[in-house]
């Protein structure tokens, strides 16, 4: 018998004869029924034996009783499918109300009300259930086959219903399942979209860097020579013009002494040539030239570290607190009129780093904060903290912030917005070319009028392989 297959029925009546006919009608366990069941067998084999009709008929004199079998039955997962409850019961709850408990534990449950007169009017009391489709009305005296007939019909429905609802479930189920599914799946596409995007962006910037990073190599190497000579000749220039001096002063006031008209005419060539503007001003000249050539050096070497040539530098353990702290004195005259410092700092373990490169990275964070700041005093947060096998640094500052359009090439080398000679464009991709060979992360997050926040993940150990 399959699980829904539930004969299950339970009389509520207060009379004790009732429940004596409803046993001879439903549960009629007669010798002939037994030999007729022999004779089926014998004659169709024990397997095409048909089914008869078996009813479990269980008893409650009272609709508190019978409310109380129903919940132990419920309880035991053996429900009942259906009810014979009898209307006028003198004692405790009747008909109706018996029936309204009943439907509270088990809105399944097939109900026959059995009445020879009733307190309600029919209308009254099905208006009362509300419950229409679930309940019959037997009148007595009743008809056996009536009885019988009902029940097998109600059982019936019993079953059909519930496996109706276990199919809506298992239908439900596999509804929400494949809903679930779809889900998945376009997350896992919007996800592998991104990556991509992502791995794209990487690889432009990678190739864009590999390939200047060659063309600075080789831009760097040419021209380094050059400021070399350069640089030491204007040095050794300025040297020789302070040696002129002296002469110049001396055949000056020698000519002075020798007066007459050799004097005037030393005196007008020495106009004409315009002497005097001149001994003032080569030194101005050799001076700016100086510090000009000084500027293009360092830019070389900006070039040069940003593409990397100088590879005297040791990965070693350093502890990325002390870097921070030195570098911020090496900025603290940038920073000083701009913005206040915050410090929220986690303590971090040592790292497996180049130090050295690593610094520049938070100097040039922490410089372009300063410099986005506008003419107001500004805030400048610095933090630290530890996720995992990585450390991470954010600087976030209370700047101009970056517009879309400009956020995405902020990483390219040469790519500034600030007037020439203060910026060069290549503090964020000389950063970024850091942060990658020590395989690491930097992103930026900011928003137009109100701040940026640079953060640099980086990986507490290196693994070397990869780098
Ligand atoms: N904290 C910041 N706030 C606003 N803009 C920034 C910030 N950091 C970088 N930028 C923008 O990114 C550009 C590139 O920065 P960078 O590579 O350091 O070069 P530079 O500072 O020499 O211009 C800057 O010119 C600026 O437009
Ligand atoms: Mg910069």
Redesign the pocket.
């Known amino acids: 018998m399959s699980e829904l297959s539930n004969r299950r029925i339970l009389l509520i009546d207060d009379m004790p004869s009732i429940h004596e006919d409803f046993r001879k009608i439903l549960m009629p366990a007669t010798p002939q029924s037994v030999e007729l069941d022999e004779m089926e067998a014998a004659l169709f084999g024990a397997q095409a034996r048909p089914e008869r009709p078996l009813f479990e008929l269980d008893s409650a004199y009272g609709g508190e009783e019978g409310l109380g079998k129903l919940i132990q039955a419920l309880q035991e997962q053996r429900p009942y499918a259906l009810a014979f409850v009898d209307m006028r019961m003198p004692d405790g709850w009747d008909g109706a109300k018996t029936i309204e408990h009943l439907w509270q534990h088990d809105p399944q449950l097939q109900v026959v009300v059995c009445t020879a007169y009733s307190d309600y009017s029919w209308d009254e009391l099905l208006d009362r259930l509300q419950a229409h489709d679930r309940l019959l009305i037997l009148k007595k005296p009743f008809d056996n086959i009536e009885v019988q007939q009902m029940a097998n019909t109600l059982l019936t429905k019993w079953q059909m219903t519930e496996r109706a609802s276990l199919q809506m479930h298992h239908l439900e189920h596999l509804v929400d399942q494949r809903t679930a599914q779809f889900k998945q799946a376009s997350e896992d596409l919007q996800r592998e979209i991104d990556e991509r995007k992502q791995l794209e962006g990487q690889l432009v910037q990678s190739e864009k860097l590999a390939s200047l990073g060659q063309l600075a190599a080789g831009v760097a190497h040419e021209i380094n020579n050059p400021i070399g000579f350069i640089s030491s000749n204007l040095g050794t220039l300025d040297g020789y013009f302070n040696q002129l001096r002296p002469l110049f002063d001396a055949y000056h006031s020698i000519g002075q002494s020798l007066g007459g008209e050799s004097a005037v005419r030393l005196q007008q060539q020495r106009e004409a040539a315009e002497l005097d503007f001149l001994l003032e001003d080569i030194p101005l000249l050799i001076r700016e030239s100086k510090e000009g050539i000084g500027r293009v050096g360092q830019i070389v070497k900006d070039l040069k570290d940003f593409s990397r040539v100088d590879t005297q530098q040791q990965w070693q353990w350093a502890n990325l607190q002390q870097g921070i702290e030195s570098t911020l004195n090496i900025v603290a005259s940038e920073l000083k009129y701009k913005a206040d410092l915050v410090k929220d700092y986690q303590p971090l373990p040592d790292i497996e780093c180049l130090p050295s490169q690593i610094n520049q990275v938070i100097m040039?964070?922490v410089?372009?904060?300063a410099?986005?700041m506008g003419p107001e005093r500004g805030t400048i947060t610095l933090r630290t903290g530890v996720e995992g096998d990585n450390v991470w640094i954010e600087v976030v500052?209370t700047?101009?912030?970056?517009p879309a359009d400009?956020l995405q090439k902020?990483?390219d080398p040469f790519?500034?917005?600030?007037p020439v000679g203060?910026?060069?464009?290549?503090?964020?991709?000389l950063s970024y070319g850091i942060v990658k060979k020590h395989g690491g992360d930097i992103q930026v997050r900011?928003e137009l009028g109100v701040g940026?926040t640079?953060r640099v993940e980086l990986p507490i150990r290196q693994n070397r392989l990869a780098v």
């Open positions: 040039n964070l410089v372009n904060a410099q986005a500052d700047g101009s912030g970056i400009t902020i990483f790519f500034t917005t600030k203060q910026g060069t464009g290549l503090g964020l991709s900011s940026t640079f």
